[in-house]
């Protein structure tokens, strides 16, 4: 099993990537802004509770996402690798997330962090606001409160795996496939480091 978590600000590009990565590595996608919407559009009682957090552009609270991943990690014992996407995003959630990950003895084997500078940002999400949807893009003001929740809960996350040598910055701007083949090389690179063959099933931890 392989565990990768994809970081980075709100517009990074972190879910245009996870796309690219399952199609290629065929690994699970599990991303905690999707599985929120997804309750939203049910009108479950967490999405209306998640909905009053993410319309104003703050963060839902731990214990509500640190459940909805576990969950899915249950769901799926034979997945053959993780992308988080927008998980964690708090200090208690990367804790949170080890635990869970021993308890199948296994672990975060890989952290890219997507770097794109905040005016590039604003830009991405004000375009896809006009088509998108989404609540948290219709206005540079709740952006702008995401990507404050960001540098102030959740970079701290960064720190986090950086003591336990696993981030690697990786250069997010240019075209998708620039990137792609930037975390591309990364990948490959523990993938081999780890005896996994990229494209094969293996099952070590
Ligand atoms: P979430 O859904 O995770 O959103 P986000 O991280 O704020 O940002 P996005 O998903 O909008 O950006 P992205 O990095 O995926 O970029 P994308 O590929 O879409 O979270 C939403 C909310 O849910 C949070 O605010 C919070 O309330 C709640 N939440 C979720 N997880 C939580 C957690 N763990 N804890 C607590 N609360 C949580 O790209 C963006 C745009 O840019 C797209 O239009 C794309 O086409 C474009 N683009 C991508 N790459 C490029 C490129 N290279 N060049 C030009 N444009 C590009
Ligand atoms: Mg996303």
Redesign the pocket.
Known sequence: MFNLILF??????????SQLIIDHYQFTHL????M??NEIERQTPLGLE?KK??DR??????E??IAMISNRLDAQPDAKGFIF??????TA?AQALDKLLALKSTAIHLVLS?QVPEEELIK??L??GQT?G?S??ASETVIRV?IA?YYNKTSPVADYYARQHKLHQIQ?????E??FSRLKEKIDKRLSELSLHPLSSGSRS
């Open positions: 980075g600000p709100p517009g990074s590009g972190k879910g245009t990537q991303s905690t802004g999707d929120l919407r998640a957090f993410m552009g703050a963060l839902v609270p731990d509500v996402v996407d927008g998980f964690p995003r708090t959630q997507l991405r999400l375009l896809r998108s989404r948290d893009d995401r929740e997010a701007v240019g075209t998708i620039e990137v």
